[in-house]
């Protein structure tokens, strides 16, 4: 083999067949090697980019994705931001390095906006009097006359919400630990959202100078979660800080640079102008304000631009200190003026040649979100099983909810175990508590299921599952959950009969009719009741019936359903001891 490795220009997917003939090898060598790394496949089958990119490694070849402009046409924003610019590293003698994206993530009240705050004071690019004049949800400051791009994002959910519409908002994560208070719940959350990511992770060790500051024991609890500090021969940068009293800024900034030449930070200002949209306002005088993170390209004053469902022609930039200016490269934010409707954060921009061409991608995206809400169907156990077999994806993501730490540990002891068979299984989070959005997010992000032990899901939590297409699997007895999950490793999990909670009513009066007995006066408070689903009535804690709904009338008419705010009668099949005061759920099985 020569020394050099050769390059290899590969499509987004292959069939296992072509691409044994690219590399001139045996197609049962490399249905082999993937089984080696862990997928399952066929010689007609289709494996991704990123899994044909491990194999051919494996034969001396240097992965590089194909253009994605196909048939005169090029893609429009779908395929993710990061696809794109891998694309447009062809170009790669047009690569420059550009300032890192930074978004700082951790606990509630363990600094986060007192250190950005204390960057922001200190470090402003260029020192200028005043410093930033508007808030534009993005800042550079400048180090050793470099900048580095801050994202004033609220946290990890926002974080997320980005990555689940494709977009890469951030290079590197900053985690903020408080030194008197440690490794928290939202900390372990925050760690697993940049993990899920795949953005490295460096620890700003915040409050050093409180009397009751505990540094070591907060890098060993850092430790316990795979990110070893550097000074323990680690890979993670743990530095120490007091926003209150700026100190150790230089540091974090110095930091910042290291672990940005580590991982080659680059973008091409002559390529194609991608970015994404970190925040949008309606202003009352200068109409829909964007704010816009350029990642590739230079965008200009007088670009039509294409963002989300939006489009229009910049009629002005302004940088992050509010002045106008003409241009932006990579890693710059900027303020926008000329968009026709409000993008939402974390679309994906781009520039494009005309109106027109605008005009159709909106409406191609927009045919196509309708499509997909028609036909959007909840990601399953059982079909992330079968991706895993057909080699669309490379295991199975799991997060884990579970009611105290006692059950928590066991439970991921028990699951690991199972994930060390042919087929991967990958705990993104573990945590204590209730199901919530931010889980569901996280799952919707990464393509994961979602693990209950003796916790609900709190009603926001499963309205956004429904929306999102998340499964939610609650479990009361711990084998019933590994007995699920190694049915599913094995392909022999039997579909799994749901409830599924379609609405609630409370009971104002009961009366008496000779036709139905005893009639119970009610006001649905959330969702529909429906006439033949299941209903469960409940006075305090205790559940005193559970059944059907025999009948529903609204004032003297028989009704098939009853929304939120009406009132109605309900009847329930051989039951009269009905109460004011009592709950009614009512659910349907799928």
Partial sequence: MSSTRQKLELPANIVIRDLALKIEKSPIDLIKKLMLNGVMATINQTVDFDTAAIVVGEYGFDAVLETVEEAGKVETGEVPLWRQMIADEKNSTFLKPRPPVIT????????????????????VAAGEAGGITQHIGAYQVEKKGRLITFLDTPGHAAFTQMRARGAQGA???????????????????????????????MVALNKVDKANANPDLVKKQLAELDLVPDEWGGNTMVIPVSAKQKQGIDDLLEGVLLVADSNGIKGNPSGKVLGTVIEAELDKAKGVMATLLVQNGTLESGDIVVAGTSYGKLRAITDYKGKLIKKAGP????????????????DIFQVVNSEKEARNIVHERLEAAKTLSQTKKKVSLEDLFANVQAGEAKGLNLIIKADVQGSLDPIVNELNKLGQGE??????HAETGNIGNNDVMLASASKAIIIGFNVQAEVDGRRLAEKEGVDIRLYEIIYRMTEDIEKALKGMLEPVLVEKVIGRAQVLQVFAASKFGRVAGCKVTDGELRRGAKVRLQRGVDIVYEGDLSSLRHEKEDVKEMRIGFECGVGFKNFNDIQSGDQLLCYVIE
């Fill in 171 to 201: 290079d590197i994560v900053v985690l903020v630990v408080a030194a008197d208070d440690g490794v928290m719940p939202q900390t372990r959350e925050a760690i697993a959202h940049a993990k899920a990511a795949r953005v490295p992770i």
């Fill in 104 to 123: 700082i993530l951790g606990h509630v009240d363990h600094g986060k906006t007192s250190l950005l705050d204390a960057i922001r004071q200190t470090e």
């Fill in 423 to 428: 087929i991967g299984l990958h705990i993104l």
């Fill in 331 to 346: 890693s710059t934010p900027v303020s926008v003026m000329g968009l026709s409707g409000m993008p939402s954060a974390g």
